[in-house]
């Protein structure tokens, strides 16, 4: 089993910028991939951008060239850069991992973007 915590979100104006980190405990070592979920009011929870342990990325078509997903180290913090945000980008962002055929989720974290 892993644990999940997020954090970084928050309060931002549309086009600028925000980090947030997703930090792993437990068994770290086993996890297949990371990546973050972002669920709007009134929407369902949608992919926003996966890190496989052998270094792949893949984004969702909405983010891509925008936000950028990575982790310094295996079993570190995953982090979400997103950059040029906006204000449909605001959402509750979750962090997810997936190891041993199941799915671990973090509380989530608020991003909010004015415009």
């Known amino acids: 089993q892993v644990q999940l915590v997020e954090s970084g979100g928050g309060l931002v104006q549309a086009g600028g910028s925000l980090r947030l980190s997703c930090a792993a405990s437990g068994d770290v070592f086993s996890i297949d991939a990371m990546a973050w979920y972002r669920q709007a009011p009134g929407k369902q929870r949608e992919l926003v951008a996966t890190l496989f342990t052998r270094g792949a990325t893949n984004y969702a078509d909405f983010v891509k060239g925008r936000f950028t997903i990575s982790r310094h180290s295996t079993g570190g913090p995953v982090y979400l850069q997103m950059n040029s945000l906006k204000p449909e980008d605001t959402a509750v962002y979750y962090c997810?991992?997936?190891?041993?055929?199941?799915?671990?989720w973090g509380q989530g974290t608020q991003v909010t973007v004015s415009s």
């Open positions: 997810n991992a997936y190891l041993r055929n199941s799915y671990y």
